[in-house]
């Protein structure tokens, strides 16, 4: 039978009741900048798990506190972290949808302020921190780059460990799946990209070389989520530079086998971040489908694939499913502006059987 977008997910042990997957979407808004989960996520994550979301993803959560894009990022790097949500991943689940976690570092693009206090970077006098990369060369800011340093082996190694622990932590809080984030030019796909890599160490040069921290950090979020868990990764598909030497779809192609062969259950197909230089052919309905679909095709293993971008109806996130084009319809913005989007998508296809309804709101259909 064609599977749609009501049809359940099997990864391992876990089950997602469905293919709607809530996108991870920055909230900045932690209290007093610790990194600790409020009544926004609870609220923020709960209502979208009440909505009959299958999979209900966090906002990138900094692995360790230099790896924040601005300073109210949520964060992982403690236990009082794990303690903090391990309440909302309770509800999550008591709601029937699929914890899952985006594990994540920010590298040259954290220390800034929120989107809407205009992204600028904030340096340490103010409340900011020296950030890291592969290579000192800062993000090209308008205005005074934050001090920006090279990640020698040491501190690859405890980036490395940093992603570790917080998988320990997000297995011990009950999450069922850890996203490593690895695109939008944050730290790890700055590592793949010759754009923002020039490295002459075994973590630079050869795709081999730019892909060994994502293939290190996978395998340790691996062994620390179990074999009964699931693990993914988001990469950004292509850099859109294609005047410049840059990542692109065939090195995700093969990205995606190798990161199977390493613990990866399912890649988060995005694109874009790494410079501002970037030139984005078009924004609009399913615009990163297409490489999805490319990796999904060329794929040499079981590896799974899932879309995200401009995915706003019903018809289109189920049409994604049933023509086999990915395996998840992964959804930022239209569950911002509606978090019943499932509810409201079985209503509107007829499928009202298919979805979960709290019982304290049977009466909806
Ligand atoms: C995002 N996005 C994003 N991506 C990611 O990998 N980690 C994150 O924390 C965030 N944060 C974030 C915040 C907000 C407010 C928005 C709108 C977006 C990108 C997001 O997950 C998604 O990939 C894009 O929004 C494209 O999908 P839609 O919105 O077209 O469905």
């Not at 890291?132 to 460990?161: H, K, M, N």
């Not at 996978?218 to 699931?230: F, L, Y």
Request: include cysteine; hydrophobic fraction near 35%; aromatic fraction near 8%.
């Amino acid at each position: 039978m064609t599977d749609d977008v009501f049809s359940p997910l099997e990864l391992r042990d876990v089950t997602a009741r469905n293919r709607f997957v809530v996108s991870p979407m920055c909230q900045y808004s932690v209290e007093d900048r610790d990194g600790l989960a409020t009544d926004w996520h609870r609220v923020h994550l709960g209502s979208r798990a009440v909505g009959g979301a299958g999979i209900v993803m966090t906002e990138a959560t900094a692995v360790e506190p230099r790896g924040r894009i601005t300073p109210e990022d949520l964060g992982i790097w403690s236990d009082e972290h794990r303690d903090a949500i391990e309440p909302i991943v309770d509800f999550v689940k008591q709601q029937g949808a699929t914890p899952g976690i985006q594990l994540a570092h920010a590298g040259r693009k954290a220390s800034k302020s929120r989107p809407w206090e205009g992204s600028e970077p904030v340096h340490p006098e103010d409340g900011g921190w020296t950030v890291v990369g592969p290579s000192d060369e800062p993000w090209p800011y308008d205005e005074e780059p934050p001090a920006t340093e090279a990640l020698d082996s040491e501190g690859i190694d405890e980036v490395i460990e940093s992603f570790r622990e917080a998988a320990r932590r997000s297995r011990e809080a009950g999450f069922e799946i850890a996203e490593v984030h690895a695109a939008h030019g944050y730290l790890l796909h700055e590592f793949l990209s010759p754009v923002t890599n020039d490295r002459d160490d075994e973590y630079g040069g050869s795709f081999e070389n730019r892909t060994r921290i994502v293939r290190e950090v996978t395998e340790a979020v691996r062994e620390e989520m179990g074999e009964d868990n699931a693990v993914f990764v988001r990469i950004s598909a292509t850099d859109w530079l294609d005047d410049r030497d840059s990542w692109d779809v065939e090195q995700s192609a093969r990205l995606a086998d190798d990161l199977y062969e390493v613990g990866a259950d399912l890649i988060d197909v995005s694109s874009g971040g790494i410079h501002p230089a970037q030139d984005i052919e078009w924004v609009g309905p399913n615009y990163q489908l297409r490489f999805a679909e490319q990796i999904r095709n060329d794929r040499d293993t079981d590896v799974k694939v899932g879309t995200v971008g401009g995915i706003t109806s019903a018809e289109q996130a189920d049409a994604v499913i049933r023509n086999d084009r990915a395996d998840v319809a992964i959804v930022g913005r239209e569950f911002l502006r509606d978090p019943y989007f499932p509810l409201h998508a079985a209503q509107e296809l007829g499928r009202e059987d298919a979805v979960d309804v709290p019982v304290q709101y049977h009466r909806a259909f």
